[in-house]
Structure formats: C-alpha cells, structure tokens
C-alpha cells in the first residue's frame, strides 16, 4: 500500500489527472449528479488552467483515498499504472470532464464509509397565527480510517478532525 | 441496425470509451464498446456480401460514421474487416479518387520529433530512439531531415513542408476545441510544449498546436502524411457538414494519404505499429500505402494484443497513393 501511495504522491501533475480519469471510469462509470456536481465545481470550470492546481489536489485525494481502501486499493494501482503512457497532451475541456468525474469516482468510494446521516427539521409557528416555516438541514459525515487520515494529513496539511469508522 | 440518432449517440460513447481507455486495464473499454459491437457487426453484415477476398474497402463515412473504426467491421466469420481488405477512408469522392501530383520541388522525407516538458525520461528516450531508426528507414527512400525536439516549431515544419513528398510526425497529440479540432503538439522559443495546453483559455498557448488553421496558407503539402499524436486522426463534424481536422486543409493543399489515430494511443505500441510500417513500406512487394497499413496492422494483431493497441491507426485519402 505504501508503494502505491508513494507512486500517487511522485506522478505529475497531469498524470495524477489521467490515472484519476481511469479510476473513476472504473469505479463510477457515470458522472456525478450532473447539477449538484456543475455547481460545486463551477468556479473551477470557468477557469480549468488557472484552477489546476486544485484540481489536481481533488484527483490526488481521488487516488489516495482508493489506494487505501481496500476495496478500490486494486482499480487505484491499475490506474496509477495506465498514466503517463499516452501521446496526448490535456486541454481545458479534458481538464473540466477530468473534475467533473473525479468527484463522482470520490463520492461512490467516500459512501462506502459513511458513518452516520442525520436529519434536522426546524419547525417554526408563526406569530400571531401567521405561516409556519419548516426548514430542513441534513448531515452526513464519513468516516475514515486511520491510514487516509494519516495520508491526507500528509499530503494536504490535515483537516481538523477526523472521525473514526465504525 | 440503429437508426441516426442511435448512431450518432453511440458514436460520441465510442470515441470517448476509445480516448479514456486506460492502456494498462481494457476490462472498463470492453464494457463500454459492447453496443460498437452490435454496429459493428451489422456493419460486416452488410459488406460482406458486396466484396470477395482481398478487394479493397473504401469508406465515405459521411456525418454520422466519421470518426468510428469502420475498419474493425466484423464479418459473419467473426474476422475483422481489415484482416482480409485494404481498408480505406476519405471525406469524399474527390479525395478518394485523387491522383497524386508528382511535383519536383517535393523531393525529400522528413521527420518531426517533439516530447513534452515534463515526460518520463523513458518516454523521451523510446520516441528519440525509434525516431532515429525511422529516420535510417527514410533515409533508404531518400533524402531525409529530422526535426528533433526544441527545432521543431512553427516556422520551420511550415518551411519545410512544401517540399517535403512524405513528413512522419511523433509527437504528442492535443485537442483544441470545437473549431480547430485535433493538432499536432510543437516547440516554440527553445520550449517544448507543456504538460497542459488549454488554449481557449490561454490563446497563446496555440504557438505550441499545428491545426489544420496552420496550413491553410500553404502553397503545397507532402504527398504523405504519417502521425501518431494523439487522436489527430480525428476530424469533427459540425452541423450542415463541416469537417475540422487536419484533413481539411491537407487534402486540399496536395496531400494524398494521411495515416493517423482514430483515438489517443498508447506510446510503445503506436512506435512499434510505426516501424512496422516503414518497414512494409521498404519492402517493394507491398505496393500500396493501404497495403503496408495493413500489413503492419495485422503483424501487430498477431501479437495477441487488444484492438486499441493495435487497430488506432487508419489510412485515409487517395487510392491512388502508390509507393512514389
């Protein structure tokens, strides 16, 4: 697994794109929810090359997250093999499919460790007899393991918590 | 048999199963080509009773078959189409039936080299090495230049050009949107091209593309033209018929025969399909440049490889392109 993990961190910028690309085909053959996925990913859309690194931050977590999971460690090691291998050079429009798919692929391997999903409805009488208003907020959160964490922590500074799979 | 509208839907899956195939695990392509087969199929069906062994196959893809490998028709027999025929494309009747211009200024061979800033030195090296035995094999049929990376740019594959009877381009390939189409990947400045070119975005990065645009002003263009970048086999088609692609201005400039990738191929296998095919063109009883495609096609078939390793390639234009 380390190995697999020390080649994601060394493939180039647009390699880690290309084997990202791969694996979600693999993973998740279609996109992710189309309008969800557009608006999330909007700003980066506008601006693919200016916006690179980012995206390529996302593909990097894409691959990560499968290397570790051992459902997904062999699709991850299989992409990591296929990059680089091609006489083409990325576009904006390859490099727009490439984060449109990429958090597709994240979402399908991120489900698998969902911990827990809660649903908060808020609702609120009107004065005076006036409307109700019902508001609504739900919360998923995922778990991940210690590896990931410990990975990402590595490889994007961490966030503040993590939470621990059931 | 799918009406147009079937076809032309399956004709955007195939080509993006084809273009994000991952060369190190086919098993997700095969999945997504399962409806190409059916076509495929129907197609041979068809054909099969219009021709007998051995002729040659013409195809006129039109709007709706540009861009798909018709040349991996299935026969009844199950065999591809290509095993037992010379398999030609061309965008009309005219270019089809087409004879080569001997013109005496176009005399010499020549051969463009062009990695990206940041390849595997591994990579690097294959093209460099197999560019330098291709260039032993030019050098056979006649004089011969080499642009080997940072001189290959603009200005000078547009020099040499118009006096160039044959050019073999192994460069990376890279598509640069809806009106330029599929190009050919260049240096510029002492630059080799970038990892990533988004031209629309960054227009001045289109100093590193040759796009069928390029050529428009050419007075002439090698008889031959030989690519293995990236999809630059790959012409668009837009509404009311407007093909863009590096064909367009080729043929239209003396350019008979372009052998180029249908989809984005995988390097150590396209450079072997390459020499495979200069190889057959050294040997005087191929005859045609459809039948070294063939040839070459077929002995890479023979190593029990996939189809996108070894069928990418296609010849399209004259019939007439004989051994010059």
Known sequence: MNDLVERIRNLSSEQALEAAQFLSKSVAPQPANAPDATSALAPLIKQPYKNLPQIEQRARLLLLTAAVTSEYHEEARKAVDGAGKKQFILGGAEIVLLAMVGLGALQTILAKGKVSETTKINVTPGKDGGDVTISGEKTIVYGVGIDLAAILKASFGGPATMVAPK | ?324
């Open chain 2, 1 to 324: 048999m799918p009406g147009p509208e079937q076809v032309r839907e399956l004709r955007t899956r195939t080509r993006d199963a084809l273009k994000w195939a991952n060369p190190a695990d086919l098993s997700v392509l095969d999945t997504e080509l399962r409806d190409w087969d059916d076509l495929a199929q129907n197609i041979g069906a068809g054909i099969a009773p219009l021709v007998t062994k051995n002729q040659r196959v013409c195809f006129l893809p039109g709007r709706l078959f540009t861009g798909l490998p018709l040349h991996l028709a299935r026969m009844p027999d199950g065999s591809f189409l290509l095993e037992h025929h010379e398999v030609n494309y061309a965008p009309n009747m005219a270019t089809l039936l087409g004879q080569p211009k001997l013109d005496n200024q176009q005399t010499g061979y020549a051969l463009v080299t062009v990695t990206k800033e940041n390849d595997s030195a591994d990579f690097r090296e294959r093209a460099l090495s197999t560019s330098s035995t291709l260039k032993s094999r030019l050098e056979a049929l006649g004089e011969t230049v080499w642009l080997r990376q940072e001189e290959a740019t603009h200005q000078s594959v547009l020099y040499i050009l118009p006096a160039t009877r044959e050019i073999l381009f192994v460069c990376h390939g890279h598509y640069a949107g809806p009106t330029n189409g599929y190009g050919i990947c260049l240096a510029d400045s002492g630059h080799l091209p970038p990892p990533t070119l988004a031209i629309e975005e960054s227009p001045d990065l289109a100093r590193f593309l040759l796009t069928w645009a390029d050529l428009e002003n050419l007075t002439a263009t090698p008889t031959i033209v030989v690519s293995i970048g990236c999809s630059s086999g790959l012409t668009l088609v837009a509404p009311g018929g407007v093909r863009y692609g590096l064909e367009q201005t080729l043929f239209q400039t003396g350019t008979c025969s372009i052998i180029s990738p249908l989809w984005d191929v995988e390097q150590s296998t396209a450079l072997e399909w390459l020499g495979l095919f200069y190889k057959a063109r050294g040997d005087n009883s191929t005859g045609t440049v459809a039948a070294a495609w063939q040839r070459a096609t077929l002995e890479m078939k023979a190593r029990g490889l996939h189809p996108y390793f070894w069928a990418p390639f296609i010849c399209n234009g004259s019939i007439f392109t004989e051994e010059l």
